[in-house]
């Protein structure tokens, strides 16, 4: 990826790719709530501010957008470790339509807890829009919405990051592995 990202191993989804999906995910979700005067988006920080920015200003359906932010720990970040809320939202989704803005499954550990909490809060449906999901075992979490299946690699661009570094890219790019090899 030459001189200016010398971190990068190669670009796995180009930007133009990047809006087109956005646009078929937005026409989609569209068609989907056109008789919903209540659909409230959740997208999960950081990763998906780009993705859920993009999307939303894409939909012609009323909607509201909110964020939530969340933290896995363990010992790293590939652990079953526990999930916990840094913020909530900022009000009731009981009865509502809510889309579930995710960046990336990976494990699919961190969307497995918020579904559950969230279904726990009885709102009226509950869907999941994901940008990117590795190619990985089943879930045990639907995905609605899906942009794109990408191999089992660490990716960074479109609001993902590596060490707070990479995430405004406007595609999605393999990190080479000793960019975070030992971290």
Not at 31 to 40: G, N, P, Q, V
Not at 48 to 69: N, Q, Y
Request: hydrophobic share 40%; glycine share 6%.
């Amino acid at each position: 990826m030459g001189d200016i990202y010398p971190d990068l191993a190669r670009v796995l989804i180009s930007e133009e790719k990047l809006q087109e999906r956005v646009v078929e995910l937005a026409d989609q979700i569209t068609r989907d709530y056109s008789d919903s005067d209540d659909l409230y988006m959740i997208g999960i920080l950081k990763g998906a501010f780009i993705f859920l920015a993009d999307l939303a200003r894409k939909l012609e359906v009323p909607h509201i957008v909110d964020f939530m932010a969340l933290s896995s720990y363990g010992q790293t970040t590939t652990t079953t470790g526990a999930v916990r809320i840094l913020m909530d939202l900022r009000e009731p989704i009981e009865d509502r339509n809510i889309l579930l803005i995710e960046d990336i499954v990976d494990s699919g550990h961190t969307l497995s807890y918020l579904y559950k909490t969230l279904l726990g809060r009885r709102p009226a449906t509950l869907r999941t829009c994901v940008l990117l999901q590795k190619e990985r075992d089943a879930l045990d979490v639907p995905i609605d919405y899906l942009g794109f299946s990408i191999p089992d690699v660490w990716v960074v661009g479109y609001g993902l990051d590596f060490a707070d570094k990479h995430r405004t890219l406007p595609f999605i790019a393999e990190l080479k592995p000793e960019a975070y090899e030992g971290t």
